[in-house]
Each structure stands twice: as structure tokens, then as C-alpha cells.
């Protein structure tokens, strides 16, 4: 009898041992998801602060913006458009007919002789394979949209990056297909750089060895309109489609119309 009270005595003891073991990890368990809790609220806490900082910073950069583009309207050589005050100036490249010079280009027989010319200059190339043909292309539709004198006044022109595939023969024939008023010029490395400098043109040769072109151009896409004296009345992003192009162009056709 005595040996069974005691195995029973010490089957007690280990149940009771178990039993304040199973406790302790309750306890353990408990105070883990307690931990997780807190952890998860902290991290939501830092989140929602960083979340703050970062729309106030976010907002702050809007500010300045609008700021900024509010004082260059303020300067805009066209009342209410953006302006580039200290970019734009003359142009002197060459083209299949000869010299170019922006502050003689020739409108449209239909325009009036006493009318205000608006240049549409595109930087680009002619191997381009997308951007360059939409943005003549949609110039190209615009134009014959417009009313005759109106169409007259815009002279389009596209600027080539890159001379040495680009020779003013190879210019003619490529614009040639978006309209015969459309013409093409190009220069020497150290003309074109100070010409896409001073318009703000960010350009760079990209060599593509398993093409065979050989070479791209990357270039900024905008479309400038700007008068015979460089003075930049607009620039357009590149969208697709003609809807830019137009708002742009009929915006500045009104704007300088005698």
C-alpha cells in the first residue's frame, strides 16, 4: 500500500509540474502576442508618420512648382503660357538648300506678308522609330486643319541630332514625307550642342551593337513653337495623338495674331 501511495503521490506531483509548465507558456504565449501587438502598433505609428512627412514634403514640392510656373507666365513673351525666358535665341544651321537661319524663314504663299511667323521645331533623328514620325505626323494634321492663312503661318522644321547619317539630302527626303513645307537641318556636333543647350535639349548616343542601325539617339521629345528670333512662345510635351500639338498651336496662332 505504501508504494502505491507514493507512485500515486508522484504521479501527482509530475501532473502538477505539467499543469504550471502548461501555464507558464500560456502565460509566455499571452505575452508574446502582447509584444506582437504592440509591435505592429508602433510599426503602424511609424508608417503613418513617415506617411505624413512624406505628404507634406510631397505637397511642398507642388507648391514650389506652381510657384515657379506661375512666375515664368508671369514672364511668358505670350500672355498666360509658359515661358523659357533664358532659353531659345537664334538658330544657324545648314539645310539641303543652303544656310539656314531661323530669323528668315518663309511662311506660307497664303500667309499675310505682314503676318507673325510661328516655327515648330522638333530636335530628333531620322531613324527614329516612334516618337520623331508621330510628333511630324501630328503637326502634319494639325496644319491642314487649320484655316489656310493660319496653316501658312506655321513653319515647321526638325532639327537633326545626329549629322552623321542625317546629311541635309537624307533630311529632305525624310521630311519631304510629312509635307513640302516641312524641311530638315543639321550641323556640326559643336553647332548642335550649343543650339540643344541653349533650347534646353538634353540629347546622348546610345551605341546598339546587336542592331543594326548600329547607334540611337536618345532625345527630349517636346515640340518647341518659338518666332523667327528665337523666342519660345510654348513647349510641348509629347502625347500621342494630335490633341497637344493642336491646343498648343492654336493657342500661340491666336495669341500672336496681328
Known sequence: MGAERKSQDGQASTRRQESHQLDNSRQESHQ???????????DKGVARRWWLLGAVGL???????????????????VAGMQAWASLGGPIQL???????????????????????????????YTQCPDVCPMTLAALRQVMSELPP???AR?????????????????LAEYTGHFGPRFQGITGSQAALADVARRYGVSYRRVE???????????????LYLVSAQGRIYD???????????????TRVLSATAD
Not at 32 to 42: A, Y
Not at 159 to 170: K, Q, Y
Open 32 to 42: 508574446l502576442d502582447n509584444s506582437r501587438q504592440e509591435s505592429h502598433q508602433l
Open 59 to 77: 505637397a511642398a514640392v507642388i507648391g514650389a512648382g506652381v510657384a515657379w510656373q506661375q512666375a515664368q507666365r508671369d514672364l511668358a513673351p
Open 94 to 124: 545648314e539645310s539641303q538648300q543652303g544656310d539656314f537661319t531661323l530669323a528668315e524663314v518663309t511662311m506660307g504663299e497664303a500667309a499675310d506678308a505682314q503676318a507673325t511667323p510661328v516655327v515648330a521645331l522638333y530636335f530628333g
Open 149 to 151: 492663312q493660319a496653316a
Open 154 to 170: 506655321v513653319v515647321p522644321v526638325m532639327v537633326s541630332l545626329d549629322p552623321e547619317r542625317d546629311t541635309p539630302a537624307r
Open 208 to 222: 546598339a551593337q546587336d542592331s543594326a542601325l548600329g547607334y540611337t539617339i536618345d532625345h527630349g521629345a517636346a
Open 235 to 249: 513647349r510641348i510635351p509629347f502625347t500621342p495623338g494630335p490633341a497637344g500639338v493642336r491646343a498648343g498651336v
